[in-house]
């Protein structure tokens, strides 16, 4: 099992900064047989859940979603088994609540998903 805890979120004037961060924590987070991808997902009300950034865990790879590019940053502190996203410029439509996301790709064939709680973020105007 996996257990992601996400942390940060909180109310922020349009233009203003938060900063994420989702601790993960279990034996088979821990499993170097499995490639981890973690990533931010954000779900607006009446909207559909849409993916915001993900990073590897053993390699420098990002991938970010278009709305936030140049905005946002994710990065890894592998010694803490925590993943963050820097949040900058932030805007009215970044209001959501942001779920940490754990997609594990095992030796074996095997792939696994895990969710965070969410974190709610609220920009104002």
């Known amino acids: 099992q996996v257990q992601l805890v996400e942390s940060g979120g909180g109310l922020v004037q349009a233009g203003g900064s938060l900063r994420l961060s989702c601790a993960a924590s279990?034996?088979?987070?821990?499993?170097?047989?499995?490639?981890?991808?973690i990533g931010w997902y954000r779900q607006a009300p009446g909207k559909e859940r849409e993916f915001v950034a993900a990073?590897?865990?053993?390699?420098?790879?990002?991938n970010y979603a278009d709305s936030v590019k140049g905005r946002f940053t994710i990065s890894r502190d592998n010694a803490k088994n925590t993943v963050y996203l820097q949040m900058d410029s932030l805007k009215p439509e970044d209001t959501a609540i942001y779920y940490c996301n754990a997609r594990g790709v095992a030796t074996w064939g095997s792939r696994l998903e895990y969710w965070g709680q969410g974190t709610q973020v609220t920009v104002s105007s």
């Open positions: 279990g034996r088979t987070f821990s499993n170097y047989n499995i490639a981890w991808y």
């Open positions: 990073i590897g865990r053993s390699d420098d790879s990002t």
